[in-house]
């Protein structure tokens, strides 16, 4: 069993900045891959930015240039530096990981999700 347990959401006007955390917790041998991904209300789930164990990350086109994502692997935490935020970067952020436990089983987690609201 792997938990992600996301924080740092909340509400920002359109220009500011937030960091978003995730933290894995459980059974883990290995994470290969975490990322984030967003669903505002009435769309469906997109990925924002996905980073591997080995640092190579990739980024949606909307968020290329404003947003960085970045990972911890001795404490399995990944973060989302969001800067320039605009209104359309509203919505709920979730957390995503892909690993194996423990016991060799692979695992594909998400959080509970962080509401980010960006708005004057």
């Known amino acids: 069993q792997v938990q992600l347990v996301e924080s740092g959401g909340g509400l920002v006007q359109p220009g500011g900045s937030l960091r978003l955390s995730c933290a894995a917790s459980?059974?883990?041998?290995?994470?290969?891959?975490m990322g984030w991904y967003r669903q505002a209300p009435g769309k469906q789930r997109e990925l924002v930015a996905t980073?591997?164990?080995?640092?190579?990350?990739d980024y949606a086109d909307s968020v290329k240039g404003r947003f960085t994502i970045s990972r911890d692997n001795a404490k399995n935490t990944v973060y989302l530096q969001m800067n320039g935020l605009k209104p359309e970067d509203t919505a709920v952020y979730y957390c995503?990981?892909?690993?194996?436990?423990?016991?060799?089983?692979?695992?594909?987690?998400w959080g509970q999700g962080t509401q980010v609201t960006v708005s004057s």
């Open positions: 995503h990981g892909l690993g194996l436990g423990v016991l060799r089983g692979p695992f594909d987690s």
């Open positions: 459980g059974s883990i041998f290995s994470i290969n891959r």
């Open positions: 980073i591997t164990s080995g640092g190579s990350t």
